[in-house]
């Protein structure tokens, strides 16, 4: 894999401005995506029950690996729209319905996977499967999912939790724990797991590919790793530190979470592999426009 020098780095000076916009961007933008994409069916009752939410967005996660999959999105609304609050909060009671559930999330839900070695059916299985079984062993041992999570004491924490638990570690990328750890931990969001003790700037980046990109055409990275020269499709997943590394040396304090999520959201929206709509994107005044970079 070739690292590839971006065409023009951005002074330090216009990297700290970069930060400030998309973070200004993130705080923005980030609830009402998630409304509109994932929580519009949830009454605001029921979206002050941090537990019901908290498993709620845990089977977002599983389902959208990759952190940008509007199918993985529908199929957990449709999920709740057929079983309610019930599915989430007595997961015990509908193992023996999983022939039904899967069935109903087939109907919308497409993984999201470059190289498949696995039938839909299969990834349903084991992450609606381990999802339910995960759920049920939790809250047996510890009495449920917030109390689990709540014994991290710092956003780094919560995340190598999620990755060692030995049951949801075999459900979740570290791209999508990341995710994960953000949404429950956030103290602007819904949850808040600290209940404000923890910092913005503690949150951990999630970093998918669009993320990345995003930071290498604009010159905020001065090289970044690529597949191979002829696709130029970057390597996310191993810039993950660095990226977030060189995010902590420009500006200490920047709220990584929805820096993180403003460079996705331009990812999809104006960032575009071949035709970026570089007049409509609210980083154009400071991206250098280094194109030869793409997500995929």
């Known amino acids: 894999m070739p690292r590839v020098r971006v065409s023009k780095i951005l002074s330090l000076h216009n990297k700290q401005n970069l930060l400030k916009i998309l973070e200004n961007f993130g705080n923005t933008n980030f609830s009402p995506y998630m409304w509109n994409s994932l929580l519009y069916p949830l009454s605001s009752h029921i979206l002050k029950d941090k537990e019901f939410l908290s498993r709620y967005l845990l089977l977002s996660a599983i389902l959208d ?112 724990a990341r995710m994960y750890t953000g949404w429950i931990s956030h103290p602007s969001l819904w949850i808040d797991i600290s209940s404000g003790k923890w910092k913005v700037y503690e949150i951990p980046m999630a970093i998918n590919g669009h993320v990345c990109k995003v930071l290498a055409r604009s010159g905020f990275l001065s090289d970044v790793l690529v597949e191979n020269t002829a696709t130029m499709i970057v390597e996310a997943e191993k810039e993950r530190d660095r990226i977030e590394d060189e995010v902590n040396n420009v500006r200490s304090t920047t709220d990584r979470f929805m820096v993180d999520f403003a460079a996705f959201y331009i990812g999809i929206t104006y960032c575009e592999e071949k035709q970026p709509l570089c007049n409509e994107c609210p980083i154009n005044s400071l991206c250098n426009k280094d194109t030869r970079f793409r997500a995929y």
Request: charged share 20%; aromatic share 12%; no cysteine.
């Open 65 to 176: 690996q990759q952190a940008d999959s509007p199918s993985a999105r529908k199929t957990v609304i449709q999920i709740y729209d057929k079983y309610g609050v019930s599915f989430f909060l007595n997961p015990s009671n509908y193992l023996t319905k999983l022939y039904d559930v899967m069935i109903l999330a087939s109907q919308r839900y497409s993984p999201k996977a470059r190289v498949m070695r696995m039938k839909t059916e299969g990834f349903l299985l084991l992450r609606i499967g381990g999802f339910l079984l995960s759920l049920v062993n939790i809250t047996d041992r510890y009495g449920g999912l917030l109390q689990y999570f709540s014994r991290s004491v710092s956003p780094k924490e919560l995340l190598n939790q999620i990755l060692n638990d030995a049951l949801l570690r075999g459900l979740l990328y570290e791209k999508a």
